[in-house]
C-alpha cells in the first residue's frame, strides 16, 4: 500500500509545482479498495504497483469533481478540496491528476489502457445519471443499478480485469468479481448513510436523500408504502428535514425491512463475487468481499 502511495507522490512531484503538490497532500488518503485488488489479483510487481496507482489517480479525480458536484464539504472526516481551495482549484487538480494518470497509462498494453479509458467514460457517464436523478424522485429499481454500475462498479471492475490481464488470469472470472464487488460496495455505502452515525460517516446521516438521492432502501420504502405514504415521502425529497420527518423516514424503514433488504441484495452480489473466484483458492481476495460486507454492521 506504501509502495503505491510513494509512487502517487512520485507523480505528483513530476509537476516540479509547489502548490499542487500542497493541494494534493490536502486531500485525504482512503481505504484504496482498487489497490487491494490489483495487488491480491496480480500479486506485488512494478507493473501492478504502477497500475494501482494510476487507478487511485483516477479515482481521487473523480472524487475531487465529485464533491464539486455534490457541493461536499467534508470528504473522510475532513475539509474537502473545494471547501478549502474552492471550486475552481478543485476542478483543475481533478483534472492534472486524471491527465497524469492517463499520461501513464500509455505505457501498459493496448488492451489494458482500453479497458480503463471505457471506464472512465462509464464512470463520468454514471455521475451524470447520478446528477439527473436529483432532479426527480427516482423509484425505478433498474435505472438505480445501470447508475451505481457505472459511477461505482465499473471502475472495480476495470481494476480487477486489467490486473487479471497482467497475471495472465481469467478475465472472465475476474469481471464478474469486480463487478459484484462493486455493486455491493455501493449498496452497502448507500446503507451506510442511513444507519451510521454521522461522526463515523464524515457528513450528515440521510444526506443522500437531502441531496436528492433516492438509493436503493429508499426505492424499497417507497415501494412498499401506501399511496398517501409515497407521497409523503415523496414531499421529503431534497428537503432539509426535521427530526420528526427524518424518524418518520427511519421508522418506515424499518417497518418495511427497506435496510435489512438492501443488505441482503449486497451479501447476495457477494456471494456472487465469491462465487466467481473461488476455482482460485485466493483467501485474500474472498476477504475483500468478506470485510467489505461487514464493514459497520
Ligand atoms: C462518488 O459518488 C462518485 C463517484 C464514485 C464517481 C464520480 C465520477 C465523476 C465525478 C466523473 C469524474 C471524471 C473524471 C474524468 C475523473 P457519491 O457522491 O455517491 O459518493 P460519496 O458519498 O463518496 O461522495
Ligand atoms: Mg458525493
Do not use: C
Not at 14 to 21: A, G, L, T, Y
Not at 33 to 43: E, G, P, Q
Request: glycine residues 4%; hydrophobic residues 40%; without cysteine.
Amino acid at each position: 500500500m506504501k509502495t503505491v502511495e510513494n509512487l502517487m507522490l512520485s507523480f505528483v512531484e513530476e509537476f516540479d509545482n509547489e502548490f499542487i503538490k500542497t493541494l494534493y497532500q490536502r486531500i485525504p488518503s482512503g481505504k484504496k479498495l482498487r489497490t487491494k485488488l490489483i495487488l491480491k489479483i496480480a500479486d506485488k510487481n512494478d507493473q501492478s504497483i504502477k497500475l494501482a496507482s494510476i487507478i487511485e489517480l483516477i479515482h481521487m479525480a473523480s472524487l475531487l469533481h465529485d464533491d464539486v458536484i455534490d457541493e461536499a464539504d467534508t470528504r473522510r472526516n475532513v475539509d474537502s478540496i473545494n471547501a478549502i481551495f474552492g471550486n475552481n482549484r478543485a476542478i483543475m487538480l481533478g483534472d492534472i491528476l486524471y491527465s497524469k494518470a492517463f499520461y501513464e497509462l500509455t505505457s501498459f498494453d493496448e488492451k489494458i489502457a482500453k479497458v480503463i479509458s471505457n471506464a472512465v467514460t462509464s464512470l463520468s457517464i454514471g455521475e451524470l445519471l447520478d446528477v439527473e436523478f436529483t432532479e426527480s424522485f427516482n423509484s425505478d429499481i433498474d435505472k438505480y443499478f445501470d447508475m451505481i454500475y457505472k459511477k461505482t462498479a465499473s471502475l472495480i471492475e476495470a481494476s480487477a480485469i486489467t490486473s487479471a490481464i497482467l497475471a495472465g488470469k481469467d478475465t472472465e472470472k475476474f469481471k464478474t468479481y469486480g463487478k459484484n464487488l462493486g455493486l455491493a460496495f455501493q449498496i452497502i455505502d448507500d446503507v451506510l448513510d442511513i444507519i451510521s452515525d454521522s461522526k463515523i460517516l464524515g457528513k450528515p446521516a440521510l444526506n443522500d436523500f437531502k441531496e436528492g438521492k433516492t438509493t436503493l432502501p429508499y426505492i424499497y420504502l417507497y415501494n412498499s408504502l401506501n399511496t398517501d405514504d409515497k407521497l409523503k415521502l415523496k414531499s421529503m425529497f431534497k428537503k432539509n428535514l426535521t427530526k420528526n420527518e427524518l424518524d418518520w423516514i427511519k421508522l418506515n424503514m424499518q417497518k418495511t425491512k427497506s435496510i435489512e433488504k438492501s443488505v441482503k441484495l449486497a451479501k447476495k452480489l457477494g456471494l456472487e463475487a465469491l462465487d466467481a473466484i473461488k476455482d482460485e483458492k485466493n483467501p485474500e481476495l474472498e476477504k475483500v468481499i468478506k470485510d467489505m460486507i461487514e464493514r459497520e454492521f
